[in-house]
């Protein structure tokens, strides 16, 4: 028996519905019924390219990994979840064996099975089973709506809480005014930040991003021509630095850089900004290879780190953060869609805008038979 419809992503801009079998789940698994899911900047790259880097779509692949839903059937193993729970649905499964593993560092297991991954389904299906401890509970007053969007708030939690090591009265700058981007200054006024300056080269982006979490906003000028990208930096950086007060030592310089745009330029400008001893953290990808100035990382012992996904305790904080209400997600939310209107969705987001003009932040797409409007 199946009544299982999934959207699958057959081939490059090549997407259908399909019904699926109902998932068996192991013993210690449950099945989820999928109510919310977002739409990821990368569900809309396979669709369009069918691949990120090593990860290449061979086969067909149920899309999105951004959701939330209502536990239907435990394992007998099962000891935390009960059917009905209402949960955030962690969708990167590891090995649990490897040395990454074993010292906290799960996001790195070599082994993750990470939904909508090739060669990996996702979870835009009826059903989606899940090992029980990457699934969390959601307090009473958040909705399903609020638990999707945990998945892209904990790629945030762990870029300035966890890899960044934010505290409490340190100044930030997050490259990149996206739905990432916009987490990222969220969790840094939550935890404390003094200043939490936007840079984006989209005006509406940084109005939005004003109001939502950022002290400040900084649009770069624009190169001029015959410029390389690593002259147009350093007077970006030297602009931007004139422009916001900003030294290169003590309490009034940049402690923690966040690049969530992936931009070679934004890199170069993040590196020249932060302080002496800071710390830069990329987050956002963008191109494979880039040029970097190596001396200015090297003589200002600049903490340059990658963030990828999320680790332990990530999921806790975020959902913590918006349950004390800290972190407001419902703003970020401003396109919704039925399951039936996915092909719809997936329009949307790629184009960045809806056929009214509004501008896309973050789309939803309810499960089957749940209505968009109804947050749950």
Do not use: W
Not at 185 to 190: E, K
Not at 319 to 325: D, F, H, K, M, Y
């Amino acid at each position: 028996m199946s009544d299982n419809p999934a959207f699958v992503l057959r081939k490059v801009e090549d997407v259908a519905y399909e019904q699926r079998p109902i998932p068996e789940i192991k013993d210690d698994e449950v099945l989820v019924a999928v109510k919310k899911t977002g739409i990821c900047g990368s569900d809309v790259h396979y669709l369009v390219a069918g691949r990120i880097g090593q990860f290449v779509v061979e086969k067909p692949m149920i899309l999105g990994h951004e959701s939330a839903g209502i536990v239907t059937k435990i394992g007998p193993k099962v000891r935390n979840l009960k059917v009905g729970d209402r949960v955030a649905m962690e969708p990167g499964a590891t090995c649990r064996v490897c040395d990454d593993c074993k010292r906290g560092r799960y996001e790195l297991c070599p082994e993750i099975i990470f939904a909508a991954t090739p060669p990996y389904d996702g979870t835009l299906a009826r059903y989606y089973p899940i090992p029980a401890d990457l699934c969390y509970k959601l307090p009473d007053n958040l909705t399903l709506e609020d638990g999707a969007m945990m998945e892209p708030l904990s790629v945030a939690v762990h870029s300035v809480a966890n890899i960044g090591q934010l505290r409490a009265n340190q100044s930030v700058v997050v490259f990149g005014a996206g739905p990432v981007g916009l987490l990222c200054m969220a969790v840094a006024r939550a935890l404390g930040a003094s200043r939490v300056v936007a840079v984006d080269i989209v005006p509406s982006r940084l109005e939005f991003a004003k109001k939502y979490a950022a002290t400040e906003t900084y649009t770069p000028p624009k190169m001029e021509e015959g410029e390389t990208r690593l002259a147009y930096s350093e007077r970006n950086a030297k602009a931007m630095m004139q422009q916001l007060k900003i030294e290169e030592r003590g309490p009034s310089g940049v402690d923690l850089v966040v690049d969530a745009s992936g931009a070679e330029v934004s890199i170069q400008t993040g590196i020249h900004i932060a302080k002496h001893g800071g710390t830069f953290i990329q987050l956002g990808m963008g191109q494979a290879e880039i040029t970097i100035p190596v001396t200015t990382l090297l003589v200002k012992e600049i903490n340059f780190k990658g963030s990828f996904r999320y680790g332990p305790g990530d999921y806790q904080l975020a959902i913590a953060l918006v349950s004390q209400g800290k972190i407001d997600l419902k703003p970020l939310v401003t396109h919704r869609f039925s399951f039936d209107q996915a092909i719809q969705a997936f329009q949307t987001t790629r184009a960045g805008k809806s056929e009214d003009g509004k501008p896309v932040i973050k789309a939803v797409i309810s499960g089957p038979d749940v209505s968009p409007d109804d947050p749950l």
